[in-house]
């Protein structure tokens, strides 16, 4: 069992930056594929950047390729999000999940956090 809590959300304004972090409780903390998702408004679930329990194997959408930088501290059991030259288009709710294999889709995630809002204003 993980359980994963989000945090870091808030208010930004274009151009800033913001990191959010994912805890995660359990012992299979670090052997569990760490991915981050949002949902915008009226719109569905999306992938956002995925990484390996060694954080050895990294992916990012093509949307955030170049301005996301995901992370972890096994250490810590807390993967990180960091977004910078933030959008008003990257406003959303962001979560972070967790699959034993590696997962860009939402059905194929197994935990999930409770979501943290971004909302990023021109």
């Known amino acids: 069992q993980v359980q994963l809590v989000e945090s870091g959300g808030g208010l930004a304004q274009a151009g800033d930056s913001l990191r959010l972090s994912c805890a995660g409780s359990?012992?299979?903390?670090?052997?569990?594929?760490i991915g981050w998702f949002r949902q915008k408004p009226g719109k569905e679930r999306e992938f956002v950047a995925v990484i390996s329990g060694s954080g050895a194997t990294i992916s990012y959408a093509t949307s955030v390729k170049g301005r996301c930088t995901v992370s972890r501290d096994n250490a810590k059991n807390t993967a990180y999000l960091q977004m910078n030259s933030l959008k008003p288009e990257d406003t959303a709710v962001y979560y972070c999940?967790?699959?034993?294999?590696?997962?860009?889709?939402?059905?194929?995630?197994?935990?999930w956090g409770q979501g943290t809002q971004v909302t990023v204003s021109s």
């Open positions: 359990g012992r299979t903390f670090s052997n569990q594929f």
């Open positions: 999940a967790a699959s034993a294999l590696w997962f860009d889709k939402t059905y194929d995630a197994t935990y």
